[in-house]
């Protein structure tokens, strides 16, 4: 068997969650090399959500805010990160805790075996939370759908979309949040997508909030 070939997957990092946070970012899991110990990280990478050198997360972010951040495994890579999230109310985390990522590879539709994390549990610990942002809004296996499968949240309606900015709200726990579905910053999932409208979501989601 292959390196990486349908081995079991572990997440790498807690939920960082700032006091008074109102916002949170809900991703899936990282790539495979950050899952395993020893991590096989590579360069560019860094050890925080987003990390990989291939994801454009991160670089979005600089785009839209000015910001500037390091591209490297790091402390400091991983801090200006947290410093920048604690700075406007958000937290980070995943929806997966653990999976099998099959043949190695990091798209969601190879996630198999799949232990939810708790984000309920997560939500009523940090009660300032209102607004949930997905990374990713495709059918198969991703955050929203995952979360929506596994953690009973109901539909709500959906609001209008603005440069592709998909937006509706959910209930969990008896509480409803307002969600904002981005793009995916994958490499996969940004085929095909404009980088003007691409670019625009993340304006309208991270500056001056």
């Known amino acids: 068997m ?24 809900i991703g899936t899991i990282p790539p495979y090399r ?8 590579r360069d560019g990478d860094v050890d925080f959500y987003y990390g990989s050198r291939n994801n454009a997360f991160w670089r979005l972010i600089e785009q839209a805010t000015g910001e ?41 539709i190879s996630l198999r075996e799949i232990e939810p994390k708790p984000i309920r549990q997560l939500l009523a610990e940090h009660p300032t939370i209102g607004t949930l942002i997905y990374t990713g809004r495709s059918s198969q296996n991703n955050s929203v759908m995952f979360l929506m499968n596994h953690h009973s949240v109901d539909n709500g309606r959906h609001r209008n979309s ?39 979501q993340y304006k309208a989601v991270f500056v001056d909030q």
């Open 2 to 25: 292959k390196r990486g070939e349908n081995m079991l997957s572990v997440h790498p990092y807690e939920p960082f969650v700032p006091q008074g946070a109102t916002r949170l970012i």
């Open 34 to 41: 950050f899952c395993i110990e020893p991590q096989a990280l």
């Open 68 to 108: 500037v951040f390091d591209y490297a495994n790091t402390q400091t890579a991983i801090e200006q990160r947290k410093v920048f999230l604690a700075k406007r109310g958000i937290g980070i985390t995943d929806v997966i805790k653990s999976c099998v990522h099959q043949d190695g590879k990091s798209d969601d």
């Open 162 to 200: 603005v440069n592709g900015l998909a937006e509706k709200s959910v209930t969990i726990g008896g509480k409803t949040y307002h969600v904002i579905l981005l793009y995916s910053p994958s490499p996969n999932a940004l085929r095909g997508i404009d980088p003007e409208t691409r670019l625009e």
